[in-house]
């Protein structure tokens, strides 16, 4: 863990200085450093982490006060931090690569989960087994969802003629309600945010994710601008290690990290399937960190030839005109990663606490 002090140093043996980087630490003396998070969506299972971060102290002892604002999609909450209006962030990490493409300044400083769990949410009934059984069904789907962009390449993919499926445009705050309702036949959308919504109130989803179509995207991402990652890398950071802490503390305690949520978020508490909610989808981006990333380089890492992969298709199918393909070695960075990792005994309860919650997406 990162102390104030060493926030006010610098990071001495981690060679922050010596990969040229300018140090400029604000001074503590009076007391923490307040900066500002948004998540990217509403209270939910992958920015659980922020909320822990804050209440249990992770931040607190890596000598910072965060104001934790949520967010209302991912790409809003890229172009709020790429604008200054908050120092840090998270977004779905597609969602960076786009605004990056389209020469907005932000940049990835830690990545928080490794799969989008980005797909097409069925109920357990329905009569479509197959990705080519959409054909002449009803997609729910919101434009201005994550996933929606690839549509297209998942269709490419997966075998299946995109043209003769009828798509319905949906808000994203109903497009769980008009599955349930059957209003839809299908609903394209990301995991953990249709299964934790639906399966509380019973009723059984699955899911035909893009990940089995060869469509590997990372989760959520950590995100500032490059100018505050080169005036200010110590508040980077901090701001990262606390994360990284808070991240592994959801995957080995994880009844506590949802008790720490449910007090932060009482709108959540008091709904009837709220600790459901919480437990499902942490227990699904959970899974997502079970993965070589973190277990042989520590929490946060991103892999260079992952990145670029992910660069190049997001550039193709959801970029637009006039956008160009970002320079990845400077849109991720590893300078604040891999610090956290988990021990032998810790990995066998991360694993344990996230076995349960296999079934929703096998």
């Given at each position: 863990?990162?102390?104030?002090?060493?926030?006010?140093?610098?990071?001495?043996?981690?060679?922050?200085?010596?990969?040229?980087?300018t140090l400029a630490a604000p001074a503590l003396s009076q007391g923490l450093i307040k900066t500002t998070f948004t998540t990217s969506w509403i209270p939910e299972g992958p920015n659980l982490f922020a909320y822990v971060a804050r209440d249990k102290g992770f931040w607190k002892k890596a000598g910072l006060d965060v104001s934790v604002a949520r967010g209302s999609g991912s790409?809003?909450?890229?172009?709020?931090?790429?604008?200054?209006?908050?120092?840090f962030g998270m977004a779905a990490t597609p969602t960076v690569i786009v605004q990056a493409a389209k020469k907005l300044p932000i940049t990835c400083i830690g990545q928080i989960n490794y799969d989008a769990l980005m797909g097409i949410g069925l109920l357990a009934a329905s009569p479509i087994k197959r990705p080519k059984d959409l054909e002449g069904k009803k997609?729910?789907?919101?434009?201005?969802?994550?996933?929606?962009?690839?549509?297209?390449?998942?269709?490419?993919?997966?075998?299946?003629?995109?043209?003769?499926?009828?798509?319905?445009?949906?808000d994203g705050k109903v497009r769980e309600r008009s599955l349930m309702e059957k209003q839809v036949d299908a609903a394209s959308a990301f995991a953990t945010s249709t299964i934790p919504s639906l399966a509380p109130l019973g009723t059984d989803v699955r899911f035909m994710l893009f990940r089995d179509a060869g469509i590997e995207f990372y989760g959520q991402s950590l995100t500032t601008q490059p100018q505050r990652l080169e005036k200010d890398p110590n508040l980077c950071a901090a701001l990262v290690e606390g994360a990284m802490e808070a991240i592994r503390f959801t995957m080995t305690n994880f009844d506590e990290a949802v008790d720490i949520f449910l007090k932060a978020n009482s709108e959540v508490a008091m709904s009837s399937t709220g600790k459901e909610y919480a437990r499902i989808g942490l227990g699904l981006t959970n899974l997502t960190n079970l993965v070589p990333e973190v277990k042989e380089h520590g929490f946060?890492?991103?892999?260079?030839?992952?990145?670029?992969?992910?660069?190049?298709?997001?550039v193709k199918y959801a970029a637009g005109d006039g956008a160009t393909r970002p320079d990845v070695e400077t849109l991720f960075t590893n300078k604040f990663v891999g610090k956290i990792t988990l021990s032998a005994d810790e990995l066998a309860a991360a694993e344990k606490n996230a076995a349960a919650f296999r079934k929703y997406v096998s």
């Amino acid at each position: 863990m990162i102390s104030r002090r060493d926030v006010l140093k610098g990071m001495g043996a981690a060679g922050l200085s010596a990969a040229g980087f300018t140090l400029a630490a604000p001074a503590l003396s009076q007391g923490l450093i307040k900066t500002t998070f948004t998540t990217s969506w509403i209270p939910e299972g992958p920015n659980l982490f922020a909320y822990v971060a804050r209440d249990k102290g992770f931040w607190k002892k890596a000598g910072l006060d965060v104001s934790v604002a949520r967010g209302s999609g991912s790409g809003a909450a890229a172009q709020a931090v790429s604008a200054g209006t908050f120092d840090f962030g998270m977004a779905a990490t597609p969602t960076v690569i786009v605004q990056a493409a389209k020469k907005l300044p932000i940049t990835c400083i830690g990545q928080i989960n490794y799969d989008a769990l980005m797909g097409i949410g069925l109920l357990a009934a329905s009569p479509i087994k197959r990705p080519k059984d959409l054909e002449g069904k009803k997609l729910g789907a919101s434009v201005t969802s994550g996933e929606y962009p690839f549509l297209p390449l998942y269709a490419e993919k997966a075998g299946f003629d995109l043209a003769k499926v009828q798509m319905v445009q949906l808000d994203g705050k109903v497009r769980e309600r008009s599955l349930m309702e059957k209003q839809v036949d299908a609903a394209s959308a990301f995991a953990t945010s249709t299964i934790p919504s639906l399966a509380p109130l019973g009723t059984d989803v699955r899911f035909m994710l893009f990940r089995d179509a060869g469509i590997e995207f990372y989760g959520q991402s950590l995100t500032t601008q490059p100018q505050r990652l080169e005036k200010d890398p110590n508040l980077c950071a901090a701001l990262v290690e606390g994360a990284m802490e808070a991240i592994r503390f959801t995957m080995t305690n994880f009844d506590e990290a949802v008790d720490i949520f449910l007090k932060a978020n009482s709108e959540v508490a008091m709904s009837s399937t709220g600790k459901e909610y919480a437990r499902i989808g942490l227990g699904l981006t959970n899974l997502t960190n079970l993965v070589p990333e973190v277990k042989e380089h520590g929490f946060g890492y991103a892999d260079p030839k992952k990145v670029a992969t992910m660069a190049d298709l997001v550039v193709k199918y959801a970029a637009g005109d006039g956008a160009t393909r970002p320079d990845v070695e400077t849109l991720f960075t590893n300078k604040f990663v891999g610090k956290i990792t988990l021990s032998a005994d810790e990995l066998a309860a991360a694993e344990k606490n996230a076995a349960a919650f296999r079934k929703y997406v096998s």
